[in-house]
C-alpha cells in the first residue's frame, strides 16, 4: 500500500504521519522544499513529544518519520501510488489542475481523494479520466489526535472507491463515517454552525455574554469548548468565512454571519493566532 499526500500544509503533513505511524508507506508532495522542512520538523516535534510523554518509543518514532518520504515532484510520488489524498489550498481551479495532473501521473487504479472542506468531488472529478475513482475523504485537525474522517461520495464515485476509501481511513487508525450526498459543511461542521449560529443569536440578542454561553456549553452539553473559545482556536476568519460561504451558497438567512463576529473580523481580532479574538491570549 502507497499513499501520496499531496499538500504539506496544516492537514496535508499529518495525514502523512497518521498514516505512518499505522504503517503506510507515504510519500508527501508540496511545491515548496521550505513547507516540506517545516512539515518534518512539526511533525518531529509532535512525535517527540509522545515520546517524552512515554506514549510513543523512540524507535517506532524515527521509524514512523522516515516513513514519510517528501518530494517536490508531484508526478513522481504519484506513479507508484495506491491512493492519494490531496490537501491543497482551499480553491478550485488549483485543485482541479492538481486532479488532472495527478490522473496523468497515477495508475489507472488509484484512487484520487480530495480533503476540501467545501468543494464536492463533483466539482473536480471531471478533470479527470476516472471520476468513478474520485471521492472527497474529510479529515479534522489536527489529524494526529482528533479521530474522525467523513467520506463523502460524489453521484459518480463508485462503490469500490467508498469501500477503500473507508478501509484506508481505518488501516490509518481513524474512524470513517460515509455521506452518501454530497451537502456543503457535511455533517460536523453542519451540525458545528447550527450550534453556533444559535449562539452568536444569543448574543446578539443580549440573552446572555460569551463566556456564559461558552460555559453552558461546556458544562451543560459537555463539548471540550463552547462556540467562542472554539472560534478563537481555530480562528474567527475561518468561522467567518465558513458563515459567509453557506449564507453566499444559500441565500438562507439563518446562515448569516453575526454583525458581532464581522467586526471582530474587521478589527483583525481573529482569536489566537491574532492574541486575542473573544478573549485575550
Ligand atoms: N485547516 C483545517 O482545519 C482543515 C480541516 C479540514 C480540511 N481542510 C482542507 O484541507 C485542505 C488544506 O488545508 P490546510 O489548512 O492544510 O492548508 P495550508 O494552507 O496549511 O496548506 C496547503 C499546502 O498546499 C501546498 N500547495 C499549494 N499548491 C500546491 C500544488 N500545486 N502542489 C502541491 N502542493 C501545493 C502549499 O504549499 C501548502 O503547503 C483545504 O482543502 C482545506 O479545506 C482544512
Not at 129 to 135: H, M
Amino acid at each position: 500500500m502507497r499513499l501520496v499526500v499531496i499538500g504539506a500544509g496544516s492537514m496535508g503533513a499529518q495525514i502523512a504521519q497518521q498514516a505512518a505511524l499505522c504503517g503506510v508507506e507515504t510519500w508527501l508532495s508540496d511545491t515548496s522544499a521550505e513547507q516540506l522542512q517545516r512539515a518534518r520538523d512539526s511533525n518531529r516535534g509532535h512525535l517527540m513529544r509522545r515520546v517524552e510523554k512515554g506514549k510513543l518509543g523512540k524507535v517506532e518514532a524515527e521509524e514512523a518519520l522516515s516513513r514519510v518520504r517528501e518530494t517536490t515532484d508531484l508526478s513522481e510520488a504519484a506513479s507508484s501510488a495506491d491512493f492519494v489524498i490531496e490537501a491543497v489550498f482551499e480553491d478550485l481551479q488549483l485543485k482541479r489542475s492538481v486532479f488532472a495532473e495527478l490522473d496523468r501521473a497515477a495508475p489507472a487504479d488509484a484512487v484520487l481523494a480530495s480533503n476540501s472542506s467545501t468543494m464536492g468531488i463533483s466539482k473536480i472529478a471531471g478533470e479527470t479520466t476516472r471520476p468513478g475513482r474520485c471521492v472527497n475523504m474529510h479529515f479534522f485537525y489536527p489529524v494526529l489526535v482528533m479521530d474522525l474522517v467523513e467520506v463523502v461520495r460524489g453521484p459518480q464515485t463508485s462503490d469500490e472507491t467508498v469501500d477503500r476509501a473507508m478501509s484506508l481511513a481505518r488501516e490509518i487508525g481513524r474512524t470513517p463515517v460515509l455521506i452518501n450526498k454530497e451537502i456543503d459543511g457535511f455533517i460536523v461542521n453542519r451540525i458545528l454552525h447550527a450550534a453556533t449560529q444559535e449562539a452568536y443569536r444569543l448574543l446578539d440578542a443580549g440573552v446572555a455574554g460569551f463566556e456564559d454561553i461558552d460555559v453552558a456549553v461546556e458544562k451543560g452539553l459537555n463539548w471540550p469548548m463552547g462556540p467562542f473559545r472554539l472560534g478563537d482556536f481555530t480562528g474567527l476568519d475561518v468561522t467567518y468565512k465558513a458563515r459567509l460561504h453557506m449564507y453566499q451558497s444559500t441565500g438562507e438567512e439563518r446562515f448569516r454571519p453575526s454583525p458581532k463576529l464581522e467586526a471582530k473580523v474587521k478589527a483583525g481580532k481573529l482569536g489566537r493566532k491574532s492574541g486575542e479574538g473573544w478573549y485575550s491570549y
